[in-house]
């Protein structure tokens, strides 16, 4: 489906901007008429283009900005919206992001990124020979 291909390839530029610190390409990707908010794990909700925009600014031009790659995306249609569902892979860690996209002018831009922690799953108890867990 070609709007599917076209919001998974919105959705790599956006990781590809960010991978490579280019805030020039991130703030090329983001919505002017929709409105949109940004949130950073462990962040309040940021709202307005002008302050999600400062924050990629911080990030990308931080002294450690985070090596990042996109993983398993997924792009949902909604008419001239659609999200993307993948997973974030740092070092050390894994993240899951929300990435809504609207069509705008023919172009998919993107209106909300939402990124978190994914909880680990618990590791099984050792059984103690009493064949109870504990």
């Known amino acids: 489906m070609p709007d599917e291909r076209d919001v998974l390839a919105a ?4 990781y590809d901007a960010f991978a490579a610190r ?4 991130m703030d090329a990707l ?10 950073h794990p462990g962040w309040q909700a940021l709202r307005g283009r ?11 031009h931080g002294p450690n900005p985070p ?6 995306a997924t792009a949902h249609l ?7 569902v993948c997973t974030e892979r740092l070092p050390g860690v ?8 609207v069509r705008e002018d023919g172009t998919w831009r993107l209106a909300q990124h ?3 922690g994914v909880a680990r799953a618990a590791e099984p108890e050792e059984d103690d020979g009493g064949g109870m867990l504990h």
């Open 114 to 116: 939402h990124a978190s």
């Open 67 to 72: 090596a990042i790659r996109c993983a398993d």
């Open 22 to 25: 280019d805030l020039t390409a």
């Open 11 to 14: 959705n790599q530029a956006f």
């Open 50 to 60: 002008d302050a999600v925009l400062a924050s990629w600014h911080g990030i990308l």
């Open 78 to 84: 909604l008419g001239d919206a659609a999200v993307v």
């Open 30 to 39: 983001w919505a002017r008429r929709a409105p949109v908010t940004c949130v």
């Open 94 to 101: 894994e993240l899951v992001a929300t990435n809504v996209f």
